[in-house]
Every structure is written in structure tokens, then in C-alpha cells.
């Protein structure tokens, strides 16, 4: 474990949000704001059906051009930067030589389902209840252990050269420290590697008990640090100057819970990403979920652990990037609400946005989208409400199960990432969830939280000192009727029950 921590004088921190389809670059005043911000788009590929890669140069390219412009837009010199802190898209599995940094294959995304038949037969094994037990998680494709198995065998002498020390694994993080760093430090932290199913839960190291049962040779796993301190400085990188020291890494979401200052247990928020993220703190002691959530690392500083329980939705703001790329009902993104506000309802109409299969509870691999509900007066409106509800009904659903994993009724729970910024979304989620959804004047909470967690690290900042950065744009609050909201409820229950694919269909 990292035990470094460092002290500078800060004045400006840099975080980098490398996400699913794309990544964003913030550059951040001490006071907390944002002062330049660019995000740049990059492809999303797609071999086969349920496969999904990303090109790992795309991702590289993509954070130099984002780092580039954030720098020029805040109008601050890059040597100006004094720390800089690192969130991602989490379970995308990358291969490189470990000399000279050559990746063996594109990037396995985290959506990906090429490995779901060797995770249900390690089910049929009998090794599930000790995946749960050791890592928190269960046996999914989502997570990187699988993904790292089939690089092995697939690319031609892999496993050999794995065996033999000459290469590295890691997720994006890892991949983006091993770059800045000029390939001289192979890292990742607590929170991506409690979500490889290779890491126990508890001790926080790797688990040689799980790398014999997914084939992952320990030769290739990279270091495991703490999320917030000294991780090493920028070396030979064409848009950053040298010695500018890496104080953080941190998973999208863990990121994203810290940006919102939810430090206290039982505080919780949700991330409208590609997919939607719930994440709970649950304090320093773990506890497995009963109701298909996972326990996953929330983050550690100063060898103190917090724990989440975590809900995972495959499929959010991609169900409305489908709607535009896909079907052609919109030209952007933002144009969903405007279209979905054009009818005063869906008209009956409900979409199980399982474009990737069905994450928490239900943690289906075979289950597929499904549209239901279509009659001859059904419009492009009625579609784009579905869509925005079908989002809010998964969220619901992990929500459900949250309260019952903690016991407790959830009253508050704070939104970010961008779909957080669809008011009809966040009505909707009030109602359906019933609770009062506060939304941050700055939803880009994932990068927000990398770059509090660098001050940190570098010694700049306390926890309440994040705490007083987050301002509040708009509370939500519960107004739909109790029957039409049932009515809402039986209605998604039905269509779920109906894309469900295993014998127990019970959530």
C-alpha cells in the first residue's frame, strides 16, 4: 500500500476523467472551480454482438486533447499544475509490454459480454459464493478477470509472455499512470482493483486463490496503492511538463461519490453515465449485499478504508445515445427532453433499456432490450419519455435494494454525471424512487472528485474542505400520486419479467 503523501503549495490541480466514450479533462482552483473544462469524443467498436472495444491509442489521443484544451481554456500555464488526479471508466482490461509499452489488443470494455458463458460455467462450478465472500462482487462478465483470461489466450503467445513477467495488465488507470510516467510505475488503486474479482475485499490485496481460479497470472497484476498520495510524475509526456506529481486515482463512481462529499454513512449518490451508478457509503466495514448489489472499495486514504454497497444499471445515458445514433430520433443528446416533453406521458409505452444485459439486482447476462406497450398512436415522444423513465425505473430498483441491504429508508440522494441535468429525469426519479434528489451546480462530479482527492493527496486539502465546495443547483421532490405511481411500478415489473432470461426471475 502507498503510504506517501507530499506537501506543495497548490495552485491549480488537473483531473482526468477517462470515460467510456470519452474522456474530459478539468483544471480546478484551490477554491474548487472549474476553471477550463474539454471533453473529447472518441470511437466505440464493436466486433460482435455484445462486444465492445475501445482502441487504447483513441483513449491516449483523446486525453491529450482534453488535458490540452482544459490547460488553454483556464489560461494557466501547465507548469502551474501542481498535482493531478486520475478517474475511469472501471473493468475495461488492457494488455501492454511492460518494456517498451506496445498494447497486444484493443481494450475490452467494461460493457462487454464475449466472457458471460465462462462466468456461468465457474457458476455451475460452485465458486460464486466465494467470489461474494473474497471480492464482494458477484460472477459477471462485467468485471475484468474474465476479459483478462481471454486476452491471455487469444493473443497469439500471451499467456507464455505473461508467465514469463513481460507483460502488464490494467485497467484504465493503470494504463494512463504507466503513460504519463513515461512506463516507469505499474499502479492501480483499491477502488479498480476491487473491481477485477482478483482482490480481496478485506486485506486489500491480491488474491492468489482467486488468480488460480480465472487464470490470471499474478506476474501481470500491477501494484495496489491508496487513492489519494504520491503515485509518481510526469515523465516525457508531449503535453504536460516533467515532475508534475500524480496524487490520485480513483473508479468513475467512487470519484463521483467523493465529489459529492458523501462521507457520512448511509449518504448516496447516483452517477447518469452510459450506464447508471448507485453508489451507498457504508463506513469502514464491509457487508455483503443480500439483494444483487456488490460491495465494492469506496476509497482509502491515510490507511482508512470506506466501503459502498453499489448498484450497477448497464444502460443509461447510452439507451438515449441509441435513440440518436441508432434510430435517429434525435440529432443530440440534449434534445431528448424536448422531445419527451412533447406527449404528457409514455402513453403506456415501456423500454427495459437491457441493450447489455440486465446489471443490478437481476445481474441477467442474457437479457436483452425490450420495448412494450406500442400501439398505432405511439410517437418519437412517447419513445424519448420511455426511455428517460426506463432509466429512472433501474435506478428504482437499485435503490429498492439498497434499503434493504442498509435497513433504512434513503430520504436524499444526490445526482450527477450528464444526464443529471435532464430536469423531466430528475422529476421523474423523485417520484418513482420517492425521495428528495439534490442535484450539484456542477454535475461533472466524477472529475470534480478526482480533483479534490489530488489536493488531498498533495497535502492541500481535508475532507471538510471538499465538503464546503459542493454547491446545490436544484432539489427535487416526490409530487406523483401514490396510485399512479403503483401503477408506473407494475408496469416496469411486467416488462422486466418479460426480458428475464434464467429460471429465477425473482429480483
Same mark, same amino acid.
Given at each position: 500500500?502507498?503510504?506517501?503523501?507530499?506537501?506543495?503549495?497548490?495552485?491549480?490541480?488537473?483531473?482526468?476523467? =477517462?470515460?467510456?466514450?470519452?474522456?474530459? $479533462?478539468l &483544471?480546478?482552483a484551490?477554491n474548487? /472551480?472549474?476553471?477550463?473544462?474539454?471533453?473529447?469524443?472518441f470511437?466505440?467498436?464493436f466486433?460482435?454482438?455484445?462486444?465492445?472495444?475501445?482502441? +487504447?491509442?483513441?483513449i491516449?489521443?483523446s486525453?491529450a486533447?482534453?488535458?490540452?484544451?482544459? !490547460?488553454?481554456?483556464?489560461?494557466?500555464?501547465?507548469?502551474?499544475? $501542481?498535482? !493531478?488526479?486520475?478517474?475511469?471508466?472501471?473493468?475495461?482490461?488492457?494488455?501492454w509490454?511492460?518494456r517498451?509499452?506496445?498494447l497486444?489488443?484493443?481494450?475490452?470494455?467494461?460493457?462487454?459480454?464475449r466472457?458471460?458463458?465462462?462466468?456461468?460455467?465457474?457458476?455451475?462450478?460452485?465458486?460464486?459464493p466465494?467470489?461474494?465472500?473474497?471480492?464482494?462482487l458477484?460472477?459477471?462478465?462485467?468485471?475484468?478477470?474474465t476479459?483478462?483470461?481471454?486476452?491471455?489466450?487469444?493473443?497469439?503467445?500471451?499467456?507464455?509472455?505473461?508467465?514469463?513477467?513481460?507483460? #502488464?495488465?490494467?485497467?484504465?488507470?493503470?494504463f494512463?499512470?504507466?503513460?504519463?510516467?513515461?512506463? *516507469? &510505475?505499474?499502479?492501480?488503486?483499491?477502488?479498480?482493483?476491487?473491481?477485477?474479482l482478483?482482490?480481496?475485499?478485506?486485506?486489500?490485496?491480491?488474491?492468489?486463490?482467486l488468480?488460480?481460479?480465472?487464470?490470471?497470472?499474478?506476474?501481470?497484476? +500491477? *501494484?495496489i496503492?491508496?487513492?489519494?498520495c504520491? !503515485?509518481?510524475?510526469?515523465?516525457?509526456?508531449?503535453?504536460? +511538463?516533467?515532475?508534475?506529481?500524480?496524487?490520485?486515482?480513483?473508479g468513475? =463512481?467512487?470519484?463521483?461519490?467523493?465529489?459529492?462529499a458523501?462521507?457520512?454513512?448511509? /449518504?448516496?449518490?447516483?452517477?447518469?453515465?452510459?450506464?447508471?451508478?448507485a453508489?451507498?457509503?457504508i463506513?469502514?466495514? @464491509?457487508?455483503?449485499?443480500?439483494?444483487g448489489?456488490?460491495?465494492?472499495?469506496?476509497?482509502?486514504?491515510?490507511?482508512?478504508?470506506?466501503?459502498?454497497?453499489?448498484g450497477? $444499471?448497464?444502460? #443509461?445515458?447510452?439507451?438515449?445515445?441509441?435513440?440518436?445514433?441508432?434510430?435517429?430520433?434525435?440529432?443530440?443528446?440534449?434534445?431528448?427532453?424536448?422531445?419527451?416533453?412533447?406527449?404528457d406521458?409514455?402513453?403506456?409505452? %415501456?423500454?427495459?433499456?437491457a441493450? %447489455?444485459?440486465?446489471? #443490478? @439486482?437481476?445481474w441477467?447476462?442474457?437479457?436483452?432490450?425490450?420495448?412494450?406497450?406500442?400501439t398505432?398512436?405511439?410517437?418519437?415522444?412517447?419513445?424519448a419519455?420511455?426511455?428517460?423513465?426506463? !432509466?429512472?425505473?433501474?435506478?428504482?430498483?437499485?435503490?429498492?435494494?439498497?434499503?434493504?441491504?442498509?435497513?433504512?429508508?434513503?430520504?436524499?440522494?444526490?445526482i450527477?454525471?450528464? $444526464?443529471?441535468?435532464?430536469?423531466?429525469?430528475?422529476?421523474?426519479?423523485?417520484?418513482? %424512487?420517492?425521495?428528495?434528489?439534490?442535484?450539484?451546480?456542477?454535475? /461533472?462530479?466524477?472529475?470534480?472528485?478526482?480533483?479534490?482527492?489530488?489536493?488531498?493527496?498533495?497535502g492541500?486539502a481535508?475532507?471538510?474542505?471538499?465538503?464546503?465546495? &459542493?454547491?446545490?443547483?436544484?432539489?427535487?421532490?416526490p409530487?406523483?400520486?401514490?396510485?399512479?405511481?403503483?401503477?408506473?411500478?407494475e408496469?416496469?415489473?411486467?416488462?422486466?419479467q418479460?426480458v428475464?432470461?434464467? +429460471?429465477?426471475?425473482?429480483?
Amino acid at each position: 500500500m502507498c503510504q506517501v503523501t507530499i506537501a506543495c503549495m497548490a495552485k491549480f490541480w488537473l483531473a482526468i476523467d =477517462q470515460g467510456t466514450t470519452g474522456s474530459t $479533462a478539468l &483544471v480546478v482552483a484551490q477554491n474548487g /472551480e472549474v476553471l477550463g473544462q474539454r471533453t473529447v469524443e472518441f470511437a466505440q467498436i464493436f466486433p460482435k454482438p455484445g462486444w465492445v472495444e475501445h482502441n +487504447p491509442c483513441d483513449i491516449w489521443s483523446s486525453v491529450a486533447t482534453a488535458v490540452t484544451g482544459a !490547460i488553454a481554456e483556464a489560461q494557466v500555464a501547465p507548469t502551474q499544475i $501542481a498535482a !493531478i488526479g486520475i478517474t475511469n471508466q472501471r473493468e475495461t482490461t488492457m494488455l501492454w509490454d511492460r518494456r517498451n509499452g506496445e498494447l497486444l489488443a484493443n481494450a475490452i470494455v467494461w460493457q462487454d459480454r464475449r466472457t458471460s458463458d465462462v462466468c456461468d460455467a465457474l457458476k455451475s462450478g460452485g465458486v460464486g459464493p466465494l467470489v461474494r465472500e473474497s471480492t464482494g462482487l458477484v460472477l459477471d462478465a462485467y468485471f475484468s478477470a474474465t476479459k483478462i483470461a481471454w486476452l491471455l489466450d487469444h493473443v497469439e503467445g500471451a499467456r507464455a509472455r505473461a508467465g514469463r513477467g513481460e507483460l #502488464a495488465f490494467g485497467t484504465v488507470d493503470s494504463f494512463l499512470v504507466s503513460k504519463l510516467t513515461g512506463l *516507469s &510505475v505499474h499502479v492501480t488503486d483499491v477502488t479498480n482493483a476491487s473491481r477485477t474479482l482478483l482482490m480481496d475485499l478485506r486485506t486489500l490485496s491480491w488474491s492468489d486463490e482467486l488468480c488460480r481460479i480465472f487464470r490470471v497470472p499474478v506476474e501481470v497484476l +500491477p *501494484s495496489i496503492v491508496e487513492s489519494a498520495c504520491f !503515485i509518481g510524475e510526469t515523465r516525457g509526456v508531449e503535453f504536460l +511538463p516533467d515532475g508534475i506529481p500524480i496524487t490520485a486515482i480513483a473508479g468513475d =463512481q467512487q470519484a463521483a461519490l467523493f465529489g459529492q462529499a458523501c462521507f457520512a454513512t448511509g /449518504e448516496t449518490k447516483t452517477t447518469y453515465g452510459t450506464g447508471a451508478f448507485a453508489l451507498m457509503n457504508i463506513g469502514e466495514q @464491509p457487508v455483503l449485499s443480500r439483494h444483487g448489489l456488490v460491495t465494492t472499495v469506496a476509497w482509502c486514504i491515510n490507511k482508512r478504508v470506506t466501503y459502498a454497497l453499489e448498484g450497477s $444499471a448497464f444502460v #443509461a445515458g447510452a439507451a438515449v445515445q441509441w435513440l440518436r445514433d441508432g434510430l435517429g430520433v434525435i440529432q443530440t443528446a440534449q434534445d431528448v427532453e424536448r422531445l419527451a416533453r412533447t406527449v404528457d406521458s409514455s402513453g403506456g409505452v %415501456a423500454f427495459v433499456p437491457a441493450l %447489455a444485459g440486465l446489471g #443490478a @439486482p437481476y445481474w441477467d447476462q442474457q437479457a436483452r432490450g425490450l420495448i412494450t406497450g406500442i400501439t398505432r398512436g405511439t410517437t418519437a415522444g412517447h419513445l424519448a419519455r420511455a426511455t428517460l423513465e426506463g !432509466i429512472a425505473f433501474q435506478v428504482w430498483d437499485l435503490v429498492r435494494a439498497m434499503q434493504s441491504d442498509a435497513a433504512q429508508l434513503m430520504t436524499v440522494m444526490k445526482i450527477d454525471g450528464g $444526464a443529471a441535468r435532464n430536469d423531466l429525469l430528475a422529476q421523474f426519479q423523485a417520484d418513482i %424512487a420517492g425521495v428528495e434528489i439534490v442535484r450539484p451546480a456542477m454535475v /461533472e462530479s466524477t472529475g470534480r472528485g478526482a480533483a479534490m482527492l489530488a489536493a488531498v493527496g498533495a497535502g492541500d486539502a481535508t475532507l471538510s474542505d471538499v465538503a464546503q465546495m &459542493v454547491t446545490v443547483d436544484r432539489r427535487f421532490q416526490p409530487s406523483m400520486a401514490e396510485e399512479a405511481r403503483r401503477e408506473h411500478l407494475e408496469r416496469w415489473a411486467e416488462a422486466v419479467q418479460r426480458v428475464r432470461s434464467g +429460471p429465477d426471475k425473482s429480483v
